[in-house]
């Protein structure tokens, strides 16, 4: 009886070692992928801060554009009421009217 009792009590010991063994594998694994997906995370965040970079270089451009297509429109409009006073003074009234008529309760 002595040799069944000590007998399951290697197997046992087996046994609790090889899930040690095991436990200690996943866990560097776990490390190994947390690890990796860290380093993921700081290179996505690298990418985005220069694509954001690079569109906010774009998003200024096209606003320097714009101000600039703003201006000659200004100038355009400016000189078109000084050759024009008249027009512009129709075209000034009809717009009020309009508008006055789209807005107005009745």
């Known amino acids: 009886m002595a040799t069944a009792s000590s ?5 046992t010991t087996t046994t609790t070692t090889s899930k040690e063994k095991e436990l200690a594998a996943s866990k ?3 490390s190994d992928a947390y690890e990796k997906l860290m380093e993921a995370k700081s290179h996505f965040k690298l990418a ?5 970079v690079d569109l906010k270089h774009d998003a200024a451009e096209q606003m320097a554009k714009g101000r ?5 429109l200004g100038m355009q409009a400016s000189s078109y009421m000084r050759e024009k006073p008249l ?3 129709g075209i000034a009234f009809a717009a ?3 508008l006055s008529q789209v807005f ?3």
């Open 87 to 89: 027009a512009t003074l």
């Open 48 to 52: 985005a801060e220069a694509a954001g």
């Open 28 to 30: 560097a694994a776990v």
């Open 104 to 106: 107005s309760r009745k």
């Open 7 to 11: 007998a399951n009590t290697a197997s």
């Open 96 to 98: 009020g009217f309009v």
């Open 68 to 72: 600039e297509k703003a201006e000659i």
